[in-house]
């Protein structure tokens, strides 16, 4: 095995760690009503949803996708770049949807509790299945690697 492919199985298994914590959150988020006037206790499962989600779109997009590239001896380039060359492998469907992943993350990263914390929720949980989804596929892709 090489060393990239060694990193490449590094980043898989941080990933499915991520993505277990994630669905788990989700699994305890999907079904809340979503408003201001939340109990602290479903603000807290929120939050943490949100941590999760931007983290595990950290790992797909800056780790696992970028160690795809360099496994395919592409290197370099924008975000925009890594997400196009992603598409182009078939493991994106939609170069706008992964974008759409990105700001949210952003949002979260970002002094967040300045804005609309119910709507940056209700876009965590609208979006959650569709990152989780995406990891399957870069999961099923990096299968030629093992």
Known sequence: MTEDQEILKESLEE????????????????ALQINMNMEIESFD?????????????DLLV??????????????????????NRAAKRGIVDSVE?????????????????KRDLTRIFKNVVQL??????????????CLKWK
């Open 97 to 113: 949807q992964v974008r759409e992943f990105k700001d949210l993350r952003n949002e979260i990263a970002h002094e967040y509790a």
């Open 45 to 57: 499962k929120l939050e943490a949803l949100t941590s999760r989600f931007a983290r595990l779109v």
């Open 15 to 30: 990933l499915r760690q991520a993505k277990q914590w994630l669905h788990h959150s989700y699994s305890l988020c999907k």
């Open 62 to 83: 800056n780790k696992t996708f970028r160690t795809i590239d360099t496994l395919e001896l592409e290197y370099g380039g924008s975000l925009i770049d890594v997400v």
């Open 128 to 141: 959650t299945p569709s990152v989780l989804d995406l990891c399957e596929k870069t999961e099923q892709y």
